[in-house]
């Protein structure tokens, strides 16, 4: 008897629980957890105290760490090309479409990297610490623990291109977001479980004012929107003005990372239309947004898994870039 669609999708998730990889558990062989358990043994608690302090003071900084590490690997792989200023024949991916109005953090970078070289000169990199501090930001905001692969390089150089054009955007089709996920060798799952990390962070009212008002302005919602949330977001996000009015992603717990993204998916109070869409455009990662919302644990799981998968696109390891002294710029200049 042929499987229903809905044991399909089960199965599917079911699928995603499995390792990378037999003979690397971490995605190849020359990244590992225990890269600098010799060359800088105090390296993780460095970040982890710092990242520590940084979301203290700012509970938003945990998202905007979780993004940076996300932004970097979606652009020419994770080589920390997003942490260099511009300067000689480098452009810098801070003043593209995607990150110049939603890329932060940079500071707290700074601060990390300084410490750092300060414990152990020119060993490790900025590739490195920002995957380290995106999962030490997701355990601090509730979510759950992975072992991040280590030994990355840095890139010797950046491309405002690619961060104009491969970093999926609020206002995406389903269809444009999932091949740009492909092409970073991610998948479905991926695509559903690293979206759930919307369930921390805000977002500007020009991410989303297209889903408040049609073309003539009259004020009608998009009808995959709740007409009451619709209402209340337009109360600070008018037709004109207001551009970087700042709203929650999860209006239900902002700062917390739980499921309760997928929730209000569900509940059609999703904030952006690359959210939504999850939910209303496919029938398998709508059913992935259920399981998701029932299963608490299950998102965790699949979150850890993808982040780890994401952290593997095209790293630069052995010769290859540098380690950085400082993030902003290259050695050499």
Same mark, same amino acid.
């Given at each position: ?5 809905? &044991?399909?999708?089960? #199965? *599917? /998730?079911?699928? %995603? ?5 037999? @003979? ?100 490790? &990199?900025?590739?490195? #610490? *920002? /995957?380290?501090? %995106? ?5 601090? @905001? ?192």
């Amino acid at each position: 008897m042929a499987l229903s669609i809905s &044991s399909f999708l089960v #199965v *599917l /998730a079911a699928l %995603a629980l499995s390792p990378l990889c037999f @003979a690397f558990p971490y995605g190849g062989p020359f990244l590992y957890p225990q890269f600098y358990d010799h060359s800088c043994p105090k390296a993780q608690e460095i970040v982890k105290s710092i990242v520590a302090k940084a979301v203290a003071k700012e509970a938003r900084m945990a998202a905007s760490l979780l993004r940076l590490h996300f932004h970097d690997c979606f652009v020419k792989g994770c080589d920390a090309s997003i942490l260099l200023d511009s300067s000689g024949t480098i452009v810098s991916e801070k003043g593209s479409i995607p990150n110049r109005n939603s890329v932060r953090g940079f500071e707290v970078i700074d601060e990390i990297k300084s410490a750092l070289e300060k414990e152990c000169p020119h060993t490790v &990199s900025c590739a490195d #610490v *920002l /995957a380290l501090a %995106a999962r030490d930001s997701t355990v601090l @905001a509730g979510g759950p623990y992975w072992d991040v692969p280590l030994g990355r390089r840095d890139s010797l150089g950046a491309s405002i291109q690619g961060s104009n054009n491969n970093i999926p955007a609020p206002n995406n089709t389903f269809q444009t977001i999932l091949t740009k996920f492909k092409l970073k060798g991610l998948d479905l799952v991926d695509l559903v479980a690293l979206s759930g990390s919307h369930t921390i962070g805000l977002s500007r009212c020009t991410s989303f004012r297209q889903r408040l008002y049609n073309q003539t302005g009259k004020g009608f919602p998009d009808f995959t929107l709740d007409p009451a949330y619709a209402a209340h977001l337009r109360t600070r996000c008018p037709r004109s003005g207001g551009d970087q009015n700042l709203f929650p992603l999860d209006f239900v717990s902002p700062t917390k990372f739980d499921n309760s993204y997928f929730r209000n998916l569900m509940a059609k109070t999703g904030l952006l239309s690359s959210d939504e869409i999850l939910f209303t455009n496919n029938p398998a990662t709508m059913h992935l947004v259920e399981l998701y919302a029932a299963h608490n644990e299950l998102f965790f799981q699949h979150f850890a898994r993808s982040m780890v998968k994401m952290g593997n696109i095209t790293p630069l390891t052995g010769n290859k870039g540098e380690i950085r002294m400082n993030c902003r710029k290259l050695n050499h200049q």
